[in-house]
């Protein structure tokens, strides 16, 4: 083989690492641009088609079809779906007609439903009949109906019932005055609560669906009715906002496949901070303990290989010693020493938010120690000197020069930690993570953090979705907002963590 | 050869014990198992200025650190010998070395001013010591600083960071770093290197002023320093204690050959 030339070389190396780098940037940018696209396509509105199937001459199927591409777009991927559905098959293949219909609706519903539907009539309980544009006179007229049977609910009829149930247990008597009053109110008040109901029943709109049946809707139950097919620019625009914000601030309807992530977007902030405020300081204190008093010695050295292997074990693996260490042994015995009286249903004794972070914290370990001790690493020696010719202990020393100079480098192990317990799964299923918590980890209920509470996390619900939504669009477009949420989120929290371990080397580190 | 102060000088054979700062007894030191110090012994006169010359390497700030214990934070260090303070081997198992050293006061080599801003930097070990008084600490902070030729300088800017100071100004803060803790003894390892022959003579002021209460050790490489500012000298040679006398008969009469050749620049 030819010996390359100095200049050669250099230009050799230099064009294989400018490519290599540039490989690598590719790669990263279209992971990040599709996952970024396949997100936004949730918030953005779709276009709704009419799907008409003939599958023999006089059988006829339609539907309403939602689509984030256009109509050319969709009727190519719908042929190319049929070749491959039918290229082998001896059935004839079908005759499909897609049709834009501007008229259509889109119809979300409160509980996250969506239906498509062309408006018919408007039915109100004076049967009179109203022009869609005098819509929002009785979608007013049904809120304060529903204000009203809200307010019988919780001031009156909750009230009643536990007034009812108070002399039940008191025991008085079946025909007892006080008793007979009561309960005539409550029947009042229930007579009144049904008309109500009765009313806001008999306000509805009637669609006509795609194969031309009717159906109607009750106007308390819809959210938000649109035309998706004729929105101006400017209306899409204010969709998408309104739909961000449902996203991040809202709980999750329908299975996950509508409505928002808050829980989990909180579970998940939640959790890697926690996760941090005990992974710092214990990592921080260990490397301190192998770096300057442990003896320089082999266990030390085989210590430290220890803990670099430790980043290497699979993370399942950390979250079964999560479940068996952390949740039945430690939250068992917290359990039958503190929380007895609740026994046999647990408190600690089960997954939740506390063991998840501390499971984190122990899988982050490792990454801790290694920079915390790469940061003591660089320690001058002249500062320890220094310190200790003023007449500091050891422990002075460590406390007031070291540790700050150090702190960068405990700054990135956190860094490096928040990033992989945000995007971690597997583990988390195992120790608290679940894919619908009920309340959030945090309330107004004391004493507020509730630490033994499973919670949701931004993962674990990317990871349900994947599984259970893939004949879903809605549902899979809502896993990809999620996964993207969860890339703003590591990044969020990565850059606040940067910005700190600068301003932490801006004050003790030499520039 | 000029002498900018006069002082009295005694006769380092006849010290007696309460004349006595330091007392170095057969005190040999070994660094990665190579012996760096044989054999040394000396008395340090109280409130005199001695000064330490002799060759790169040849174990001037090794013996300094031997005086308040610093040597110990090398790694593979051993000793033997004894060095007395007080009439008490400082070696002993005993000893408290955190306020030996708060007693015994250095100035290294290489500036190491803390990443912390200059008025910290200055109260540091009397941070350390529990001592928090607003008031005190002011006031120390600005004498140590004054004495060290830095508070013009820096008065505007206490709370900076120390690490913008330029080399010299770091040295001089160091200097002030150890001026704070009011030392019974004084370490300085060349602390004039890094500075312009003005300050330098600044600091050679503040040196001959403490004195009245310090006894102060000082290496240097610079002759005329050593004889301008030092009582006594002592001339060391690849870890032997050649030559230890009064700076007056050592830099113009001095008894070996050795000493003559390095003091006239024939080596080293
Ligand atoms: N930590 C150490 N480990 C091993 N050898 C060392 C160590 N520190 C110093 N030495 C050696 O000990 C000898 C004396 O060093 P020392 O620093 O006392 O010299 P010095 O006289 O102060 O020199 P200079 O004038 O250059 O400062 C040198 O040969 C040096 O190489
Ligand atoms: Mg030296």
């Known amino acids: ?511 | 050869m000029l002498k900018l102060f006069e002082t009295e000088t005694l006769s380092l054979d006849k010290l007696t014990d309460e004349q006595t700062a330091i007392k170095v007894k057969d005190f040999s030191v070994w660094l990665n198992n190579s012996l760096v110090l044989n054999k040394i012994n000396m008395r340090i006169p109280k409130n005199k200025i001695t000064a330490m010359i002799g060759q790169s390497g040849c174990g001037k700030s090794t013996l300094l650190s031997s005086f308040n214990r610093m040597n110990e934070l090398n790694q593979k260090y051993a000793f033997s010998g004894e060095v007395e303070l007080d009439g008490r081997d400082i070696y002993n198992k005993k000893e408290n070395v955190a306020k030996l050293r708060t007693k015994v006061g250095m100035v290294f080599q290489r500036p190491n001013p803390f990443p912390m801003s200059i008025y910290e930097n200055v109260c540091f070990g009397l941070r350390i010591q529990g001592k928090t008084e607003r008031r005190m600490l002011d006031d120390i902070v600005e004498t140590s600083l004054r004495n060290a030729a830095l508070w013009d300088e820096v008065k505007g800017r206490l709370f900076d960071s120390a690490l913008l100071l330029s080399g010299g100004q770091q040295q001089r803060l160091v200097i002030a770093r150890a001026l704070a803790l009011k030392p019974e003894i004084l370490l300085l390892d060349e602390p004039t290197s890094a500075l312009d022959p003005l300050t330098t003579l600044h600091i050679e002021e503040l040196i001959n002023q403490l004195k009245k209460t310090t006894t102060v050790v000082i290496v240097t490489h610079n002759m005329q320093q050593a004889a301008r500012v030092s009582d006594y000298s002592v001339f060391l040679h690849q870890g032997e204690l050649i030559e230890y006398s009064d700076s007056d008969s050592l830099f113009t009469m001095p008894a070996k050959k050795q000493t003559e050749d390095y003091i006239t620049g024939r080596y080293g």
């Open chain 1, 1 to 511: 083989m030819r010996k390359f030339s100095a200049p050669e070389q250099q230009t050799i190396s230099s064009f294989a690492s400018g490519l290599s780098a540039a490989i690598l940037l590719i790669v990263l940018m279209s992971l990040v641009l599709f996952i970024v696209l396949k997100g936004s396509a949730y918030f953005w509105p779709s276009q709704v088609f009419k799907v008409t199937t003939y599958d023999t001459p006089n059988s006829e199927v339609s539907v309403f079809v939602p689509s984030s591409v256009n109509i050319d777009e969709f009727n190519q991927a719908l042929s190319d779906k049929l070749d491959a559905q039918f290229s082998n098959s001896a059935l004839p293949m079908p005759l499909i007609v897609v049709e834009k219909v501007d008229a259509v609706y889109q119809i979300s519903l409160n509980l996250g439903a969506i239906q498509y539907g062309k408006f018919q009539q408007v039915n109100t309980p004076n049967s009179e009949r109203y022009q869609l544009a005098e819509l929002n006179d009785v979608v007013a007229d049904v809120a304060i109906f529903q204000n009203q049977l809200h307010d019988i609910q919780t001031n009156y009829l909750t009230v009643l019932h536990r007034k009812i149930a108070l002399l039940n247990q008191s025991g008085v008597g079946e025909e007892a005055p006080a008793r007979l009053k009561e309960l005539e109110q409550f029947t009042y008040w229930q007579q009144k609560a049904e008309a109500l109901r009765h009313k806001l029943a008999s306000y509805n709109l009637i669609f006509i669906d795609a194969a031309g049946q009717p159906f109607d809707v009750l106007v308390k139950d819809i959210d938000h009715l649109f035309q998706p097919n004729v929105m101006s620019l400017f209306d899409k625009i204010s969709y998408s906002g309104n739909k961000i914000i449902e996203f991040v601030s809202e709980s999750p309807k329908q299975a996950s496949t509508s409505g928002g992530v808050f829980p989990a977007l909180f579970g998940t902030v939640l959790m890697v901070l926690l996760m941090a405020v005990i992974v710092a300081p214990f990592g921080a204190m260990a490397a301190i303990y192998l770096h300057e008093y442990a003896p320089n010695n082999m266990t030390t050295s085989v210590i430290r290989i220890c803990v670099s292997n430790m980043a290497g074990v699979p993370s399942v693996v950390y979250g079964v010693f999560g479940l068996g260490f952390f949740v039945y042994t430690l939250g068992g015995s917290i359990d039958s020493l503190l929380f007895s009286d609740a026994l046999p249903s647990p408190t600690f004794g089960t997954p939740g938010l506390f063991w998840a972070a501390l499971t984190m914290a122990l899988l982050t370990l490792p990454v801790v120690i290694v920079s915390t001790e790469e940061g003591l690493r660089r320690v001058p020696e002249g500062l320890r000197a220094g310190s200790y010719a003023l007449g500091a202990t050891k422990a002075e020393t460590i406390w007031k020069t070291v540790l700050p100079f150090a702190s960068p480098g405990i700054m990135t192990g956190v860094i490096l930690a928040i990033a992989r317990a945000a995007g971690e799964v597997a583990p988390l299923i195992l120790v608290g993570a679940v894919k619908f918590a009920p309340s959030l980890p945090v309330d107004s209920e004391f004493p507020f953090l509730h630490l033994e509470r499973q919670f949701m996390h931004l993962g674990v619900f990317i990871y349900d979705g994947a599984f259970h939504n893939q004949t879903n669009t809605q549902g899979s477009s809502m896993m990809f907002a999620s996964c993207m949420l969860l890339l703003i989120i590591v990044f969020i929290l990565n850059l606040f963590a940067i910005i700190v371990r600068n301003k932490l080397r801006d004050r003790y580190v030499r520039i």
